[in-house]
């Protein structure tokens, strides 16, 4: 009878156990991935770094045109008259070439050439050559320069030749149509045994076409140099040229 009244309690426990209805078994938490697979893992490959962007002139710039002006000022030191007859007001035509580039974020290059062929008085033809070199704060427009300029005449043999310091205000190829000037002075250029002081000055606007790059220039031209044996000693006048940006 004892026997008998144990069997159902040993029938439920045993139903019990192979149900899994026991004391339950704690199921183990995979560990958090680690690794380069990880999603919040940081990329074993580093990051491109961006490149900086194109300064207002971009990389650079060309630009050739026509010069046409008037000369005036000084003396014709190669007549034989005396006293030497002054040099009269006279046209001038040429052609010019403007050359940029940028050297970084901070720095930029310019290589000016310009020619006159002077119509009157000796019929001098008059050249010009400029180099500069920039520095930019903050990669902008306004441009601090060091110069160096040769001038020569086909009157004379001599050149004229000086350092001296500057400033411009550099296009901005960001915008279709930009502004510039440049303004530099160079205190004692030595020519004919005479030491005067040259100064230049350009002044325009510059129309670039975004798609294509190309450049459209219109300005003005000046140069002066204080030497009554070389003249014309003012000389200027208005330039047309074309060119393109890189």
Wanted: proline share 9%; net charge positive; hydrophobic share 40%.
């Amino acid at each position: 009878a004892v026997v008998a009244a144990l069997v159902p309690t040993w029938a439920r426990a045993a139903v019990g156990q192979g149900s899994g209805a026991g004391t339950p078994i704690a199921t183990p938490t995979p560990a958090p991935a680690t690794g380069p697979t990880a999603p919040n893992a940081p990329s074993p490959f580093g990051s491109p770094t961006p490149s900086s962007s194109p300064g207002p002139i971009g990389n650079g710039f060309a630009i050739a045109g026509y010069n046409s002006g008037n000369g005036t000022g000084g003396v014709i030191a190669t007549s034989t008259a005396t006293p030497l007859p002054n040099f009269p007001s006279s046209n001038a035509t040429g052609f010019f070439v403007d050359i940029a580039g940028r050297l970084s974020a901070g720095y930029s290059a310019m290589l000016r050439f310009n020619d006159y062929g002077v119509h009157g008085g000796s019929n001098p033809v008059l050249t010009r050559t400029e180099g500069a070199l920039y520095y930019t704060p903050g990669g902008g427009v306004v441009a601090l320069g060091l110069g160096l300029v040769s001038m020569q005449s086909s009157t004379f043999n001599a050149s004229a030749n000086a350092v001296g310091i500057g400033a411009s205000l550099l296009p901005n190829f960001r915008q279709t149509v930009s502004p510039y000037v440049n303004i530099f002075y160079y205190p004692s250029a030595k020519s004919q045994n005479v030491s005067a002081s040259i100064t230049t000055a350009q002044v325009g606007a510059i129309l670039r076409l975004k798609r294509s790059g190309v450049l459209f220039k219109v300005g003005y031209d000046h140069q002066s140099y204080a030497n009554p044996g070389v003249a014309p000693t003012s000389l200027g006048g208005i330039q047309l040229g074309l060119g393109a940006s890189f």
